[in-house]
């Protein structure tokens, strides 16, 4: 059934002798290229030998059943454990995305529904500051416009890993299922009569770029410089500050406001061009291999939500995989790795379909 795994176990052994050699660590760049396929490849060919061994076992366990009846409970016991690898190893044999292990810049933005669609957006800036304290990552706000009545006009937010990877467990594995439009239904806190309002926030969850991943001429740039706006400190609003790039040939805007010195504003508003860059030329790679990601939405517009969150009812439901939950409360609170599993789930099972 596994026939093909023989290759990786063999490519394995090839990258465990080439990572044993001193002078592959010169070049650090292609020491690392090695090493992340190696530790791709490392679960897989463990699970396969742990398969393979399981079946050699349940063999000799058979033979000894023949002659002592005592040894057929372990034979039961050993096919059990060789249906449970098989389906590992058949999910670890699921096609990766090559960003999983990136770290993302997730953006909120308040759509439908004014001040309280802002509030909303605030509401799940929340939810996923705390789900990322929950796992472990890093967070940190890159730039932010915040509505007159509290929550988020627009809130961009850097989430990285810390630490070893495990395959599966990055960030954008498990923040790439976000992108879309979010609906909230509940009795904002402006109704006066009690009445449930429907509004909707847009999320926007990209791979953040390294440098070597998109090449950024600086001929193509123009930075446009003014002066910030909103609260602050001294500086604001009396010197030029905020930064704006621009990318000419592909005319993406990308802008930032909240740090004291005009270098600081650059930098950041640089690193999330590079961040939009490169998902745009990820988009065009996959419509030419016809592979979109069709859980990632770009674009706020679109009319489809992904999910609702009721707050009458504590109720959560993600529309793409059928999931549906009554501990809003608790999901609002950084508790979403059910709802996100949900979605892993999902997207495995389909690419298993389709291999």
């Known amino acids: 059934m596994f026939e093909a795994v023989e290759e990786l176990v063999a490519e394995h052994a090839t990258l465990e002798k080439k990572l044993a050699d001193p002078s592959v660590h010169a070049d650090q760049a292609n020491a690392r290229r090695l090493n992340k396929r190696y530790a791709e490849l490392t679960p897989i060919v463990a699970t396969y030998r742990s398969w393979k061994q399981t079946g050699d076992d349940i063999e000799t366990a058979r033979e000894l059943a023949a002659d002592d009846p ?11 454990q060789r ?14 995305d090559p960003s999983d292990d990136k770290d993302v810049i997730l953006e909120i933005k308040a759509g439908a529904g004014g001040d309280e669609s802002a509030l909303f957006a ?23 416009t915040e509505s007159e009545l509290g929550g988020y006009k627009d809130v961009q937010v850097a989430v990285k890993a810390r630490g070893q990877i495990e395959p599966g467990q990055g960030v954008w594995a498990r923040l790439k299922y976000e992108g879309g439009v ?15 309002h429907t509004s909707a926030a847009g999320v926007l969850v990209t791979p953040e770029a390294e440098e070597v991943d998109v090449e950024i001429n600086p001929n193509d740039l123009r930075v446009d410089v003014y002066r910030s706006s909103g609260p602050g400190g001294q500086s604001v609003n009396t010197t030029d500050s905020a930064v704006r790039i621009t990318h000419i040939p592909t005319g993406v805007v990308a802008s930032c406001q909240n740090e004291k010195s005009q270098l600081q504003n650059k930098e950041q508003a640089l690193r999330i061009l590079r ?39 504590n109720r959560i439901s993600d529309h793409r995989v059928g999931f549906k939950a009554y501990n809003l409360d608790q999901v609002l609170d950084g508790d979403l790795a059910a709802v996100i599993q949900a979605c892993v789930d999902a997207d495995s099972a389909a690419k298993l379909a389709a291999a």
């Open 70 to 80: 005592d040894f057929a409970a372990e034979v039961k016991e050993l096919e059990q």
């Open 83 to 96: 249906e449970e690898l098989t389906e590992k190893l058949r999910l670890l044999l699921v096609p990766r």
């Open 122 to 144: 605030g509401d799940l800036l929340r939810m996923y500051l705390r789900y990322a304290e929950r796992v472990g990552w890093k967070t940190e706000i890159i730039d932010a």
């Open 182 to 196: 979010h609906r909230v239904q509940r009795v904002p806190a402006t109704e006066s009569q009690g009445r449930i």
């Open 275 to 313: 961040s939009r860059l490169l998902a745009m030329a990820q988009e065009e790679a996959e419509r030419e291999a016809a592979d979109a990601r069709r859980s990632q939405v770009r674009t706020v517009d679109r009319s489809e939500k992904i999910r609702t969150y009721n707050y009458p009812e």
